[in-house]
């Protein structure tokens, strides 16, 4: 399906929704999932699958639930952008999917079958999920008889018996969890803040548009010793080095080395790319950490950390 459906549906010059484009990403990246509650005509929770630089897309009107028994409907819907799986915010009402959206959970998922691509063309994908609120092991199944003939496939997705299932639970998961695991705002104060852009040039950036920008109060090139040259493509981080004990003396600090993602946040003219340590883009991955970037009152930086 790819994105051509998703960008006839939509008025890009009145939906801060971001046009679709294909991205794929390096085999080595996780594969990204995100779930948004989506109060369009009627509500439901948007189950997104990242493969082949798409979103795969299927819209749960019930929400997942970590009861095995329970087996919800999930209608197949258009592929959509990678960059819409960190979008949080209203769209315009007229627009298609117009209504409130909230970013429900995220995170990565892993195929648990050899060819993710042929399972999905089959109608039968088992995976497991290592997001906020949804972990564990899935399946999502295909219907067919007289459901195969509706205009949109009908699919299930099923929670796997495992040690994070928990049968007779129903609808507890979304009712005891509604909040954005980007923002920690609800439904309600999403639409009312209406705090989303999509800009063509930036992309989607923070901040209520009719609000100045944040003062940018530092120039760089007034710096002692500072010489203007144009921003790297790349820098290469400073690694930790093994070794079998620490060295004595005052004149060293010490800190504790935490497991994660070495990142690099390239800030260029206020737009800001997320680079691992071996030069791949991670940008999409981690959308709220972008916006956080964007939001920073500077036009050009380079920032080194650890997530």
């Given at each position: 399906?790819?994105?051509?459906?998703?960008?006839?549906?939509?008025?890009?010059?009145?939906?801060?929704?971001?046009?679709?484009?294909?991205?794929?990403?390096?085999?080595?990246?996780?594969?990204?999932?995100?779930?948004?509650?989506?109060?369009?005509?009627?509500?439901?929770?948007?189950?997104?699958?990242?493969?082949?630089?798409?979103?795969?897309?299927?819209?749960?009107?019930?929400?997942?639930?970590?009861?095995?028994?329970?087996?919800?409907?999930?209608?197949?819907?258009?592929?959509?952008?990678?960059?819409?799986?960190?979008?949080?915010?209203?769209?315009?009402?007229?627009?298609?999917?117009?209504?409130?959206?909230?970013?429900?959970?995220?995170?990565?998922?892993?195929?648990?079958?050899?060819?993710?691509?042929?399972?999905?063309?089959?109608?039968?994908?088992?995976?497991?999920?290592?997001?906020?609120?949804?972990?564990?092991?899935?399946?999502?199944?295909?219907?067919?008889?007289?459901?195969?003939?509706?205009?949109?496939?009908?699919?299930?997705?099923?929670?796997?018996?495992?040690?994070?299932?928990?049968?007779?639970?129903?609808?507890?998961?979304?009712?005891?969890?509604?909040?954005?695991?980007?923002?920690?705002?609800?439904?309600?104060?999403?639409?009312?803040?209406?705090?989303?852009?999509?800009?063509?040039?930036?992309?989607?950036?923070?901040?209520?548009?009719?609000?100045?920008?944040?003062?940018?109060?530092?120039n760089a090139a007034r710096l002692a010793g500072a010489r203007k040259r144009a921003m790297p493509d790349r820098i290469v981080p400073q690694l930790a080095t093994l070794v079998d004990e620490a060295p004595e003396g005052a004149e060293w600090l010490h800190e504790i080395k935490y497991d994660g993602y070495r990142l690099l946040a390239r800030i260029d003219k206020g737009k800001?790319?997320?680079?691992?340590?071996?030069?791949?883009?991670?940008?999409?991955?981690?959308?709220?950490?972008?916006?956080?970037?964007?939001?920073?009152?500077?036009?050009?930086?380079?920032?080194?950390?650890?997530?």
């Amino acid at each position: 399906m790819a994105l051509e459906e998703y960008n006839r549906k939509r008025d890009f010059r009145k939906t801060p929704e971001p046009a679709g484009r294909v991205r794929k990403h390096a085999p080595t990246v996780p594969l990204s999932f995100v779930v948004q509650k989506h109060a369009a005509s009627r509500l439901h929770y948007d189950f997104r699958l990242e493969l082949n630089g798409v979103l795969l897309s299927w819209a749960i009107p019930k929400g997942p639930s970590l009861d095995p028994g329970e087996k919800r409907l999930a209608v197949h819907v258009e592929d959509h952008p990678l960059d819409y799986g960190g979008f949080e915010g209203v769209i315009p009402k007229g627009q298609y999917g117009g209504g409130t959206v909230l970013l429900w959970d995220r995170g990565t998922w892993t195929p648990e079958v050899p060819d993710p691509e042929a399972a999905y063309r089959k109608g039968a994908l088992k995976f497991r999920l290592d997001g906020e609120k949804l972990h564990g092991h899935w399946a999502l199944v295909r219907m067919g008889g007289k459901a195969a003939k509706e205009r949109h496939e009908n699919w299930l997705l099923i929670k796997e018996r495992d040690d994070v299932a928990e049968p007779g639970s129903e609808a507890a998961l979304v009712e005891e969890n509604p909040l954005s695991v980007a923002t920690g705002r609800s439904m309600d104060q999403i639409a009312k803040d209406r705090d989303r852009v999509w800009d063509s040039a930036k992309g989607e950036i923070p901040g209520d548009p009719s609000k100045p920008a944040a003062q940018k109060t530092t120039n760089a090139a007034r710096l002692a010793g500072a010489r203007k040259r144009a921003m790297p493509d790349r820098i290469v981080p400073q690694l930790a080095t093994l070794v079998d004990e620490a060295p004595e003396g005052a004149e060293w600090l010490h800190e504790i080395k935490y497991d994660g993602y070495r990142l690099l946040a390239r800030i260029d003219k206020g737009k800001p790319r997320l680079i691992t340590r071996n030069g791949l883009d991670w940008t999409a991955k981690f959308p709220a950490l972008a916006r956080a970037m964007a939001g920073l009152p500077v036009e050009t930086a380079m920032i080194d950390g650890e997530l």
